[in-house]
């Protein structure tokens, strides 16, 4: 039986709405964590992938059922706000709208010229205050004894695109976030569209926006949609500026801007909680989810997973292996498990 929708707004149903009880999969492992020779953990999850046209080539877990794929949905999400009349002035202002920054000092700069560009300020974010997420530039706002700044979020590009596009088509900047506004109905609507599948859940995201459930099967879908569009549209020109611009997707040192400089024409978007996906011109796109939320077991498994659809091992060596240390030295690894398609 499908999971019921939430009905009521996303911030109605954090306060008073009801909670949904999903039946929890046993997904298979996929992900295993090796200690001098041991076995001492394990991540398990679903992950799918799929061909140039969406048809699943291999499915490990249960990939039907709904996940919030998080940030992996700013990517589709991202030809939502261009359809209602965001004119970014740049392929970067493009990236980093699709993006999840770490806070560098690009990276607000950025932010800032989008918002005043369109009459407005780091004021009118509706996502929370935050430290950078880069390691150095947060060290040293601590140091300096800076609060945490809206531009700093890691979502701040995503409210900025919002707003830009809510003044585009003439809509209202205030309530932006609520699911009831336009722009919202047009991002939902978009995301069900490119995902083939109607969105499950509507529910708060981290950063106060609201967040849509799809299978990984849909996910996969929608991602592979952008790499694979006419030069032109929406979802090509969304594709080429975050493989054209990872540093505005992601930042110095982030798994997602170092896979789009090693892998040509790699589109790669991750989500918390454990999500991750990634989509080739002409091959096809993974998505996956580790039950557990984990973050240091997303890498190998997408790497196992665009290893099926050909990417040649060598060039996803730095990702498909993460070191366990012990003492000064490496004990042992973060790997694939045997369950993930080889």
């Known amino acids: 039986m499908p999971p019921a929708r939430l009905a009521s707004s996303p911030r109605g149903s954090l306060h008073g709405g009801r909670f949904q009880h999903l039946p929890w999969p046993e997904n298979p492992v ?7 020779g041991f076995l001492e953990s394990v991540h398990r999850g679903a992950l799918v992938v799929v061909g140039p046209d969406g048809a699943v080539l291999s499915a490990v877990g249960d990939v039907e059922r709904p996940v919030l794929p998080r940030s992996a949905n700013k990517p589709v999400q991202a030809t ?27 990276h607000r ?8 560009a369109v009459g407005l300020s780091p004021d009118d974010l509706g996502c929370p205050p935050a430290l950078p997420a ?34 585009a088509a003439g809509w209202p900047t205030e309530g932006y976030l609520e699911r009831e506004h336009p722009l919202q109905q047009a991002v939902e609507a ?45 979802g090509r020109a969304v594709a080429d500026a975050m493989r054209a611009h990872p540093w505005y997707v992601a930042g110095t040192g982030r798994e997602d801007t170092d896979l789009m400089r090693a892998v040509d024409g790699l589109l790669v978007k991750g989500g918390a909680d454990g999500v991750h996906v990634a989509a080739l011109p002409g091959r096809g796109a993974v998505a996956l989810k580790l039950d557990d939320g984990s973050e240091r077991g997303r890498t190998p498994a997408l790497c196992a997973g665009l ?22 030295g490496v004990v042992g690894e973060v790997r694939a498990a045997a369950a993930l398609p080889a």
């Not at 009349?85 to 770490?102: D, Q």
Request: glycine share 14%; charged share 15%; proline share 6%.
């Open 30 to 36: 996929l992900v295993e964590v090796w200690r001098s």
């Open 80 to 106: 939502a706000l261009l359809a209602a009349g965001w004119a970014p002035r740049s392929a970067e202002e493009l990236a980093i709208g699709a993006g999840s920054h770490s806070g560098e000092d690009g």
């Open 109 to 116: 700069e950025l932010v800032a010229g989008m918002l005043a």
């Open 134 to 167: 880069h390691e150095a530039t947060r060290a040293a706002w601590l140091a300096g004894g800076r609060a945490p700044e809206r531009l700093a979020m890691n979502c701040s590009g995503k409210h900025a695109a919002m707003l830009s596009a809510c003044v």
């Open 190 to 234: 978009r995301l069900g569209e490119a995902a083939g599948t109607p969105v499950a859940a509507v529910v708060v995201d981290g950063c106060g926006a609201p967040q849509h459930g799809l299978p990984l099967t849909g996910l996969a879908r929608g991602v592979v949609s952008l790499v694979a569009a006419a030069a032109g549209t929406s």
């Open 307 to 328: 290893r099926y659809l050909g990417v040649p091992a060598e060039r996803l060596a730095p990702w498909s292996l993460t070191p366990v240390t012990g003492g000064d």
